[in-house]
DNA sequence: TATATACTCAAGCTTATGCTTAACCAAGGT
DNA sequence: ACCTTGGTTAAGCATAAGCTTGAGTATATA
């Protein structure tokens, strides 16, 4: 996870992704749009598949690469999670400033203990 | 969109999201289930602010923290989109393959263009 | 066969990250 | 008043990240 995390944390990496979603393309097709070497280039490819968000596979002299959508959906998974714990926890909030009106609010959890 | 990512990268912020959660906690609270010093949760709990993931408010001597959940949003949002994009390619692709049997299998789009 | 293309590999450099320690300050409790 | 708790700040350090250049290796193409 941390690794998925910090491929997408470089904008050169997302934008490699997002044109990766578009379908395949090789190394440097994907080096086209960005203005570094194509060696800085094939170093982020090898940061996107170390997070196992693409996949590449070389035929004759050309790398070829696409992305892996289960990865993806990973990193989306963790985040859906959460705020779906967040989401839960507001609910209880409500249904407890419903009930007890005009209160200080507090914790109605007991998760501020110490 | 960087600082949200490489914010999420790190194993112990993701843990102190993860906390936050279920509810807001102090420094200390957050620091607590970590082998590190404080200095090196507040650090963290800065990067964290930084991308807009938490929000924090200091009353007398001690600072709560909370998350923000429309920043996780953004990056849920993010890989939404990238993943829907996907699909609709898939999909197209689908169609292609339906409609062209047997053919040996190409771009429909004309996305590998070189 | 010669040349260009599409990478690949290894060094080296600069900046950023993640952590530590130590000194410090302000709020609360006794 | 004194000590403790909760946090802040600054300095320093080791490792990792992002990039470059330069040289090398296959594979196509003319």
């Given at each position: 996870m941390d690794r998925m995390f910090q491929a997408l944390a470089?904008?050169?990496r997302r934008g490699m992704v997002d044109r990766l979603c578009r379908g395949p393309a090789s190394v440097s097709e994907?080096?086209?749009p960005l203005a570094m070497s194509l060696a800085a280039?094939?170093?982020?490819?090898?940061v996107l598949?170390?997070?196992g968000l693409i996949s590449t596979r070389k035929v004759g002299r050309v790398r070829t690469c696409s992305i892996e959508p289960a990865a993806l959906g990973?990193?989306?998974?963790w985040i859906t999670q959460r705020r779906a714990m967040w989401?839960?926890?507001l609910d209880r909030l409500g249904d407890f400033l419903a009930t007890n009106p005009d209160e200080p609010d507090q914790q109605p959890q007991g998760q501020t203990e110490e």
């Open positions: 470089d904008p050169s994907l080096a086209r280039v094939v170093q982020h490819l090898q598949e170390a997070s990973a990193a989306e998974g989401e839960r926890r």
